[in-house]
């Protein structure tokens, strides 16, 4: 029979908070049977010691899957997700925490009252753990309010607020996009159902300074960017296309010249080089 729900833990060199996140999720209060499923890319602190302790004390409940080598996030994050057999998951990064025992129920008990969405999601609180600065992480800060977005909405809530609705075959989608699966998953979800939405923050969201993104210079995250949204725009056959890089004259010009996916070959490679040559000259 197919488990309920599976909550992915994932981990590497969390020593100092991966027990508070752990916690967090056995705490949840719900009325089905879950699993946590966690994804320890080979840590070197004490991070597998504190996750192996766990899973002694919760035998069947938690599982943990130690990689022999670090094989950095998109390739663990991959595996771990295909393991998964469950109606929904949950996903939360070992330095992150739910702050509310009802997360799960709540979102739970809405996806199975919205048969149309793929993806349940809340407001999380950002804490800046260099500066000690608490925030709500809110999808308020773009839009109007409302219980149900759509792929057409320019949301983006933290992965750390989200059940995903196990709908979707990930085997066919490419391992890269699982380095930025917090963005790449929103649009992969939204493409085939909607976002049910909880106006609450059950979830916070530690800002370390260091993460795939964070640890990023400005040049980096352009780039970054960049890639993501020629990959996202590749993976639809360019159907979302139109939702990236809206402005550009170039891209315009060489959608116009070479028709859509040639001018994205073009202005992708194009704009890749002048990013290059502007950081190039900076230093």
């Known amino acids: 029979m197919m488990n309920f729900l599976a909550v992915v833990l994932l981990t590497y060199n969390h020593e100092k908070t991966i027990a508070k996140a752990i916690d967090s999720i056995l705490e949840q209060k719900t009325s089905f049977d879950f699993d946590i499923h966690i994804l320890d890319d080979h840590s070197t602190d004490g991070t597998t010691k504190i996750c192996e302790q766990y899973k002694a004390n919760f035998p069947g409940k938690i599982k ?81 309010v409302k219980k149900i977005y759509t792929i057409d909405d320019p949301i983006q809530m933290h992965i750390s607020s989200r059940l995903y609705r196990n709908c979707i075959d990930l085997k066919n989608v490419p391992e890269h996009m699982f380095q930025i699966w917090d963005t790449n998953s929103m649009y992969i979800y939204l493409a085939a159902g909607n976002l049910v939405y909880i106006d609450e923050a059950m979830s916070l969201y530690n800002w370390t300074g260091d993460g795939i993104w964070s640890g990023l210079n400005a040049f980096e995250r352009r780039v970054m960017m960049l890639k993501i949204r020629y990959d996202i725009s590749k993976y639809f056959n360019f159907a979302y296309e139109k939702k990236f890089y809206a402005k550009s004259k170039l891209l315009r010009f060489c959608k116009l010249l070479f028709g859509v996916r040639v001018g994205w070959f073009v202005f992708y490679h194009l704009e890749m080089l002048r990013l290059n040559i502007k950081n190039l000259f900076k230093k």
């Open 64 to 144: 943990v899957f130690t990689n022999e080598k670090n094989l950095g996030v998109a390739k663990n994050v991959k595996q771990g997700l295909l393991r998964i057999s469950s109606t929904y998951y949950a996903f939360l990064e070992g330095d992150d925490y739910w702050c509310n025992p009802d997360k799960l129920q709540k979102q739970a008990d809405l996806l199975e009252k919205n048969p149309d969405c793929t993806l349940c999601s809340h407001d999380s609180f950002f804490k800046n753990l260099l500066t000690g600065e608490e925030t709500r992480f809110s999808t308020r800060n773009n839009l109007v």
